[in-house]
C-alpha cells in the first residue's frame, strides 16, 4: 500500500478541515433543528456557539502540537515561495465561496423573510463553508504540486 508524503502545511490543513466540519456539523444540527422547530431561544444558541468555538480551539491546539512534536523539522521551516502561492489561490478561492454564500443568504432571507437569528447562522455556516474550502483547496494545490 502507498504511502502518502504529506507536508507540514497539508497534515495541518486536513486536521482543521476534520475538526471544524466535526464540531460546525454537531453545532448546526442542534441549532438548525431547535429553529426549525421554535424550541431554541438566543441564549441556548450563543452558549452552543461559545462552546463549539471553544471546543474549536482546544481541539485544534492539542492536534496541531501533537502534529508539531511528531513533525519537529518541517514544523520549524519557514513556508516558502510554492507555500505562499498555495495559500494565497485558496484563499482567493475561498473568498468566492464566501461571497457567493453571502449573496445567496442576503437573497433567501429578504425573500422568505427569515428572522435574525437564521440569518446570523447561515453568515456563520457561509464562514465555515468558506474555511473549510480553502483548506480541500490547500490540500488539493499540495497534491497536484502546483
Do not use: C
Not at 486536521?15 to 464540531?23: G, P, R
Amino acid at each position: 500500500m502507498p504511502r502518502l508524503n504529506m507536508t507540514f502545511t497539508e497534515k495541518s490543513s486536513w486536521i482543521s478541515f476534520f475538526i471544524i466540519a466535526l464540531v460546525y456539523s454537531q453545532y448546526f444540527l442542534y441549532v438548525f433543528e431547535g429553529l426549525a422547530n421554535g424550541s431554541m431561544e438566543k441564549v441556548q444558541i450563543f452558549g452552543l456557539f461559545i462552546g463549539a468555538t471553544v471546543a474549536l480551539i482546544v481541539y485544534q491546539t492539542v492536534l496541531h502540537v501533537i502534529l508539531a512534536i511528531f513533525n519537529l523539522k518541517q514544523a520549524d521551516e519557514p513556508s516558502d515561495e510554492r507555500d505562499r502561492m498555495f495559500a494565497t489561490k485558496a484563499g482567493n478561492i475561498s473568498g468566492w465561496v464566501l461571497t457567493f454564500a453571502v449573496i445567496t443568504i442576503a437573497v433567501t432571507v429578504f425573500i422568505h423573510d427569515l428572522n435574525a437569528m437564521w440569518s446570523a447562522n447561515l453568515l456563520i455556516l457561509a464562514l465555515v463553508v468558506s474555511q473549510l474550502a480553502e483548506y480541500i483547496m490547500t490540500v488539493f494545490y499540495y497534491r497536484r504540486g502546483y
